[in-house]
């Protein structure tokens, strides 16, 4: 530290937020233990480190039950997981007793399990453990590796992001389209309250604002000054003689961005949600796979934070 840098404390809460915002993939790091049985967990912190040699890096939480062998180990693979092996990263971000009867798994080069059906892997011998803090630094050789074509699961802001969702809505053209935003403010969800229940601000169409029947449109009547960040869903839903591509995007209404104009919005604690006032089955389904992904928030598991199940009432709008 020089003299023109002073350090203060740091919100911890805001720090993992701010951290949240880096987009990152969502990988499984194994290797066999003394005892001959596989050992694994799910990390999203690692980085390639260096071509030549070839090195790659993941942190390890020292709080990890893992972290002791991790950090005596000779050999790792860190399996960079595909969009569809969500399940996958839940599995190996448990305390499950035993992970690998739940998942396909075989070896190659050093024998630390690899996952099947993962986007890429790599299979490393140990070059380095790097003390840091509350984590290790393992950083590997990579002596064996492998690719697919299959999209990367992606991971930002506590939740998993699919990229592979952008094309499908791309080709979601049709004229019976249903464009909606799951919306975050703090720790709540933005809905309407409307006589049909509790339902998310949508449109027929994404933009622009200027249309009053787009996303855009009904978010600005609604007074929401909101930014949306990734595609989160895309379904179909409708009739035999209306089919609907239904396709709902993720982000944020920052609270100054939050002069609503509509004594129709609700922001709703993601931890309190009125599931029964949801009417709609599909979008139910969604925002319970929502409510569901965004409790596994990395930094809140593997920190160990309690302030990660910490509830912030936030009164309704009006
Ligand atoms: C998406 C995601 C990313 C994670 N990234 C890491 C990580 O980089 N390092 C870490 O130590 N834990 C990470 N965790 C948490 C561990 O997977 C979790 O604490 C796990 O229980 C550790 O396994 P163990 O207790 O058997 O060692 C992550 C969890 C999730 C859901």
Redesign the pocket.
């Known amino acids: 530290m020089t003299d023109t840098i002073k350090e203060h404390a740091l919100d911890a809460a805001e720090f993992r937020r701010a951290l949240g915002a880096f987009v ?1 993939g ?2 499984v ?1 194994t290797t066999i233990q003394p005892d001959g049985s596989p ?8 980085t390639s480190v260096s071509l030549d040699p070839p090195l790659i890096l ?4 020292k ?5 002791a ?1 991790f950090s005596t180990t000779d050999h790792f693979a860190v399996s960079v997981l595909a969009e569809n092996q969500k399940a996958v ?2 599995v ?4 499950m007793a035993d ?1 690998f009867a739940q998942v396909d798994w075989h070896t190659r080069a050093t024998g630390a399990p690899l996952m099947k059906g993962a986007a890429a892997s790599f299979d490393c011998k140990t070059h380095d453990v790097v003390d840091a803090g509350d ?1 290790i630094i393992l950083i590997g050789r990579v002596i064996d590796f492998t690719h697919t074509t299959s999209s990367p699961l992606g ?1 930002c802001r506590g939740a ?1 992001v699919n990229f592979s969702l952008s094309q499908e809505a791309l080709a979601a053209t049709g004229s019976h389209a249903k464009v909606g935003a799951i919306l975050e403010l703090d720790d709540g969800i933005v809905l309407l309250d409307t006589p049909n229940g509790l339902e998310l601000p949508a449109g027929i169409r994404l933009e622009p604002s200027s249309d009053a029947n787009s996303l855009r449109g009904v978010l600005a009547s609604l007074g929401l000054d909101a930014h949306l960040d990734f595609l989160f869903a895309v379904f179909e839903e409708g009739t035999r003689h209306a089919p609907g591509v239904h396709v709902y995007y993720r982000g944020r209404v920052s609270s100054d961005g939050l002069a609503p104009r509509s004594a129709r919005v609700r922001v709703v604690p993601l931890s309190g949600m009125p599931w029964d006032r949801i009417r709609d089955d599909a979008v139910r389904a969604m925002l319970q796979r929502y409510v569901r992904e965004r409790s ?4 809140g ?2 920190v ?1 934070d309690t302030a990660s199940g910490k509830v912030q009432s936030l009164a309704p709008s009006h």
């Open positions: 990152t969502v990988t790091v050992r694994g967990f799910t990390a999203n912190s690692f993941v942190c390890i939480a709080t990890a039950s893992s972290h062998v990263s839940g190996f971000a448990s305390k992970k984590h991971y998993y596994e928030d990395a930094f598991i593997y160990g």
